[in-house]
């Protein structure tokens, strides 16, 4: 029993002294007021408080920026009409008589027979070229007409001839080629190649000879690579 009444005295010894400590007495520890009350307003209080501006930098102080005044654009406002009419005052100025409208000028090319005959052989190339065959034999037929005995008009014209598939016509003109000039290699070489077209391949190798004799290459070579000359 003695035990128990010393066990509950020092407990409560040692709680009386730890409530000491955590209540210390107030001469010992004063609080401090690290604001002045007085100096310090209250925005909430005191609705109209002036503040000071707030200062610039130091270093805008020492260097201020430069300030360029540039010229204001000016703007050029074009004048459409510089050169106003003059008002008339004067009567109203008469009516041109009436002139009926002049026909419209119609340029008609010249005819075949009004050209020169180096324009007509030129159109006749021409003509041949773009496989106008029709339009080339008139060029042809007038240049015969003028010099019946060029050989090389007469393969021309048969040229036209073999276009317009009439290989008659056109093997005429060849032989009156070669009649005028014996050693005329396109006249023969023409000639072979209308007789191919008709079946003769006998008369066109003899004229594909011929023409390779009297120097045309195109015909040595149709013999080299399809009759094994």
């Known amino acids: 029993m003695k035990t128990l009444i010393l066990l509950l005295a020092f407990i409560l010894t040692i709680n009386f002294i730890s409530i000491a400590q955590r209540n ?3 001469d010992k520890i004063k609080p401090v007021d690290r604001i002045d009350r007085e100096k310090v307003e209250n925005p909430v209080r005191n609705p109209d408080q002036k503040r000071e501006p707030i200062q610039p930098p130091n270093r805008e ?11 204001e654009p000016e703007y050029y406002a074009p004048n459409c009409n510089p050169h106003p009419p003059i008002p008339y005052d004067g009567p109203p100025p008469e009516r041109p008589p009436h002139y009926p409208h002049t026909p419209p000028i119609i340029d008609n090319p010249p005819s ?8 007509v052989y030129q159109l006749g190339i ?15 037929n007038i240049l015969l007409k003028d010099d019946p005995l060029n050989y090389d008009y007469y393969c021309l014209r048969g040229r036209a001839y073999h276009g317009l598939e009439l290989y008659d016509r056109a093997i005429k ?11 005329y290699a396109d006249g023969y070489y023409y000639l072979g190649l209308t007789e191919i077209s008709l079946g003769n391949i006998d008369e066109a190798i003899v004229d594909f000879e011929l023409a390779a004799e009297f120097g045309n290459e195109k015909a040595e070579g149709l013999l080299k690579k399809y009759f094994k000359y």
Do not use: G, M
């Not at 102080?61 to 010229?71: G, T």
């Not at 106008?132 to 008139?138: G, M, N, P, R, T």
């Open 173 to 183: 003109d060849y032989k009156n080629a070669v009649k005028i000039n014996k050693s």
């Open 126 to 140: 021409q003509n041949l070229d773009l496989e106008l065959y029709s339009e080339a034999i008139k060029c042809f």
């Open 112 to 119: 075949i027979d009004e050209l020169p005959l180096l324009e």
């Open 24 to 26: 210390p007495r107030e």
């Open 61 to 71: 102080k020492e260097n201020p920026p430069i300030v360029i005044n540039l010229p």
